[in-house]
């Protein structure tokens, strides 16, 4: 059987996955363009997250224990809260154009401050276990619960 390899992917093909964390009222919506699992990449993962307007209030912090995070701001205005540990978050502005590091074990949480859609480009390093789905180890490292 031959690996399974995709070079490219029209982002609206992909179905949305909404992401909203216990005990927060924020939701966003995440589509993953690459991965082990879909794409056959073996070091990261691509994808995009659409947060809605009107969520000024971040969903709850959270970490991605062995992943480090890359994320880029394509459209919409908020702010990442950012820190070492929980106790010890940071507010940085987003708008268009910038980018952010979250190291591995790194709480973060971001919200949309604008009147439309956030919408960020992310990458995680290295790529999730092959063989996993991203709705997999989106629930087992970010506390995410999956809603329709």
Not at 23 to 50: H, K, Q, W
Not at 67 to 78: H, I, L, M
Request: charged share 25%.
């Amino acid at each position: 059987m031959a690996e399974k390899r995709r070079f490219f992917v029209d982002e609206a093909s992909i179905p949305a996955l909404r992401v909203q964390r216990e005990g927060s009222s924020a939701y966003g919506y995440i589509r993953t363009l690459f991965d082990p699992e879909t794409a056959g990449c073996a070091n990261a993962v691509l994808g995009t997250m659409v947060i809605p307007p009107g969520q000024a209030e971040p969903m709850l912090p959270h970490a991605h224990a062995e992943y480090d995070e890359a994320e880029y701001v394509v459209s919409g205005e908020g702010y990442v809260l950012l820190g070492p540990s929980r106790e010890r978050l940071e507010r940085y502005e987003l708008a268009p154009g910038r980018a952010f590091f979250v190291p591995a074990g790194y709480p973060h949480c971001i919200a949309n401050t604008g009147q439309e859609e956030m919408k960020i480009a992310f990458s995680f390093y290295p790529a999730w276990v092959k063989g996993r789905s991203y709705r997999e180890i989106a629930t087992e490292l970010t506390d995410v619960k999956r809603t329709t």
